[in-house]
């Protein structure tokens, strides 16, 4: 069963990291995210939003259009149907609304307002998708980084197994000693295969943000270099940067220019017309102007005022508590990037440019029968471990330098 089942591990690794070929493609950083803006569906669908909200604001400029009236006489008993002529009667009226209290104005402000929120709310999305798309880059990379070393070890060991093999076979060596090595082979290939679900996942995303069906193999990135950063500093940049908290501001905006329409909308329009009777009035071809506005015994918007008025005390709270939110979550990644740093230059000091030498030097001694059984397996499960932990450390770096961009809002 053992023996059946490492088989299968081997039989399927080669297959797991993709290939570049035809249904691949290799991207740098910069590549992929200039995929990213061109292609993706969301980021396209916002940028209509803020079309649309154009659209809108252009509307709410508008003047009302006036009001044509025309009446004919439709029967008598003394006179025919339909008459309209010299000696009939028709009457025509136009009618043009007017508003007062300066809501036109108010209410371009208004739409205003809206586009730009709409706007921000692109931005905002694109900062969000952006670091996605990064996070999801570093992972797979990281995560194909990891599966090439980890195949060089499992090469490495299938020789060995293959040797026992023949020599167990041979009842040179005991099987106890083949089947040890077969369940670390199985072991390395079972961490393995959980590297490789972690690519799948992010693989997925990295498609999906891109808009491709091809697999996207990732350029490596150098390694990131270390600025000294100020938390004050930080602070006061992501005050400057974020667009959720402008995204806070245009919405109190918003409010406080809602409540002054509403309040606006408490003073009746003004409609002003002419009209002209032929024959229906106390003398023919009679003239007319007329005036007319709505009296406010009952509804002067009262409730609407009201609920604006809250909204804005609403939008002012949830203002503070985005600043509140935005100061909690730089000082988080700011301590989480400290923490990387320095577990990544423990990492680069404890595991140097010459392990990948020293576990050829363990493997070609243990071939040798310089060392035991027991003393190689501890090697190279320790060995498969540091690498193992060496990448984390090294992807976690770059994932809390992101993050920490992310929060601020910027780039540094």
Do not use: C
């Not at 199985?186 to 959980?194: E, G, P, T, V």
């Not at 809250?310 to 990644?333: G, M, P, R």
Request: charged content about 25%; glycine content about 2%.
């Amino acid at each position: 069963m053992k023996r059946n089942l490492f088989i299968v591990f081997f039989i399927l690794s080669p297959f797991v990291l993709p290939a570049q070929s035809k249904d691949s493609i290799v991207l740098s950083l910069k590549e992929a995210e200039a995929a990213f803006l061109t292609n993706n569906l969301l980021l396209l669908s916002a940028r209509y939003r803020v079309s649309a909200a154009q659209a809108e604001e252009l509307q709410a400029q508008l003047y009302n259009n006036p009001e044509l009236s025309a009446e004919v006489a439709a029967y008598s008993n003394s006179r025919k149907w339909l008459d309209a002529g010299a000696y009939g009667q028709k009457s025509f009226g136009v009618d043009q609304l007017i508003t007062l209290a300066g809501k036109r104005n108010k209410r371009a402000l208004l739409a205003k307002e809206q586009t730009h929120h709409q706007t921000l709310a692109l931005y905002e999305l694109l900062r969000t998708l952006r670091y996605e798309l990064r996070q999801n880059f570093f992972t797979v990379l990281y995560a194909n980084e990891l599966i090439e070393k980890f195949d060089e070890q499992i090469q490495l060991l299938k020789k060995i197994i293959d040797a026992y093999d023949e020599q167990a076979a041979r009842k040179n060596v005991p099987l106890r000693d083949a089947v040890r090595l077969k369940t670390e082979y199985i072991q390395l290939s079972a961490d393995r295969n959980a590297v490789v679900m972690e690519s799948l996942n992010a693989q997925q995303m990295l498609q999906l943000l891109t808009d491709t069906g091809k697999v996207i193999v990732p350029v490596k990135e150098p390694p990131r270099e270390k600025v000294d950063l100020v938390l004050s500093d930080l602070l006061e940049k992501a005050q400057q940067n974020r667009t959720d908290l402008r995204l806070q501001e245009s919405r109190l905006k918003t409010e406080e220019l809602n409540y002054r329409y509403q309040k606006a909308l408490a003073i009746p329009d003004l409609t002003l017309g002419a009209g002209y009777d032929q024959n229906g009035d106390y003398v023919p071809h009679l003239f007319t102007l007329r005036a007319s506005m709505e009296l406010p015994f009952f509804n002067r918007n009262q409730g609407n005022i009201k609920s604006a008025d809250w909204q804005v005390k609403a939008a002012e709270a949830d203002k503070v508590y985005k600043q509140n939110e935005i100061a909690a979550e730089i000082q988080s990644a700011f301590s989480r990037l400290l923490e990387a740093e320095r577990e990544y230059a423990i990492s680069q000091q404890s595991f140097d440019k010459d392990f990948p030498e020293v576990n050829r030097s363990v493997i070609e001694n243990f071939n040798k029968g310089n060392i035991s059984l027991l003393e190689f397996i501890d090697f190279f499960e320790n060995y498969n471990s540091a690498i193992r932990q060496v990448n984390q450390l090294q992807k976690q770096r770059r994932l809390a330098w992101e993050e920490l961009e992310y929060t601020v809002g910027a780039a540094f």
